[in-house]
């Protein structure tokens, strides 16, 4: 079976960390790029960061010098290591998996940071 599993949210005080983990299984998880998703109530779903096959990560400026990606092939798991979280970063993350045939999605996990 195909899926992308999220876990690691929470809520957390402002200056808080999280991180946030997604295991894949199902399929070929090394020949795909990750990426972690966000959305807000009431807002558009957000690219916050991606790490590909081959080569660096890259990240959104809302959460550049805070947020670092990861993955580990040997384990089939994207992580999302989130410092000095904001409460502007209250929503719920989503994993995504992308190949040039195929697209996946996880079931989001809710990050909700306030004090």
């Known amino acids: 079976q195909v899926q992308l599993v999220e876990s690691g949210g929470g809520l957390v005080q402002p200056g808080g960390s999280l991180r946030l983990s997604c295991a894949a299984s199902?399929?070929?998880?090394?020949?795909?790029?990750m990426n972690w998703y966000r959305q807000a109530p009431g807002k558009e779903r957000e690219l916050v960061a991606t790490?590909?096959?081959?080569?660096?990560?890259s990240y959104s400026d809302s959460v550049k010098g805070r947020f670092t990606i990861s993955r580990d092939n040997a384990k089939n798991t994207v992580y999302l290591q989130m410092n000095s979280l904001k409460p502007e970063d209250t929503a719920v993350y989503y994993c995504?998996?992308?190949?040039?045939?195929?697209?996946?999605w996880g079931q989001g996990t809710q990050v909700t940071v306030s004090s």
């Open positions: 995504n998996a992308v190949r040039w045939d195929s697209i996946l």
């Open positions: 790490i590909p096959t081959i080569g660096g990560a």
């Open positions: 199902g399929f070929t998880f090394s020949s795909y790029g």
